[in-house]
């Protein structure tokens, strides 16, 4: 079983046993009513590390900061130092990792569960809008062929010259003819192909 790492630092520290796993937070003597104590501190913690992995926490607070409820800092067992936010259900919204070596302490945004999960939904979404647009063409080109033969059917022979789909309320598509004497012939059609009009169309 892994044990996560103890670092207490500060006047005094508190250590909850979480399924058998010590945790050690970081209690200055000097902190206010918004550092965590009992369950909220036991549930946080567990949150946090669940999400950034073995680890001590080194701070665990209250905030209004972002739309989140706790703020937790966590040290991982290979030093870096992450921080980590939840809402009042306990649930990550937001990760960032900073560098305490670092001389301007800068912090970056590191993907959450919860963002990847957005991420793969975001994906999946383009991905079945691409399907459906590619669905629709292959629709569109099977309904045009099929509108084009039974007009050519109607009209007898010739060349196919216009396609047009309508947005008159008595027929759905349309279709011009060229026939071989050179006139021209429009053909309207129901969406279930049907012709219902055959004109001359004037030049």
């Known amino acids: 079983m892994k044990k996560k790492t103890a670092l207490i ?25 918004s ?22 926490v080194t701070s665990a607070e209250r905030t209004n900061d972002d739309g989140a409820s706790y703020a937790i800092e966590v040290r991982l067992d290979n030093g870096d130092e992450v921080d980590v ?3 009042d259900s306990f649930e990550v919204i937001w990760v960032g990792d900073f560098d305490s070596n670092d001389d301007d302490n800068g912090s ?14 975001a994906a999946a979404a383009a991905a079945a809008a691409a399907a459906a647009a590619e ?4 629709t569109s080109a099977e309904s045009r062929a099929s509108a084009e033969a039974a007009a050519l059917a109607a009209v007898g022979s010739g060349t196919v010259t216009e396609f047009d789909i309508s947005d ?13 004497n050179g006139q021209d012939v429009d053909v309207e059609l129901d969406a279930n192909f ?4 055959v004109d001359d169309v004037a030049r």
């Not at 669905?135 to 292959?138: D, H, L, P, R």
């Not at 049907?194 to 009009?197: I, P």
């Open 35 to 56: 550092r965590l104590t009992g369950e909220t501190l036991e549930r946080a913690s567990n949150a946090a590390l669940a999400e950034v992995g073995t680890g001590t």
């Open 85 to 87: 936010e939840l809402n």
């Open 194 to 197: 049907t012709v219902l009009r």
């Open 108 to 121: 970056a945004t590191v993907p959450s569960s919860t963002a990847t999960a957005d991420a793969a939904a």
């Open 135 to 138: 669905a629709a063409t292959a």
């Open 168 to 180: 008159d309320n008595d027929h759905l598509y349309e279709v011009e003819v060229t026939q071989a």
């Open 9 to 33: 630092s500060g006047a005094a520290a508190l250590v909850l046993i979480l399924g058998g796993v010590g945790i050690a937070v970081a209690v200055d003597a000097n902190d206010n009513d």
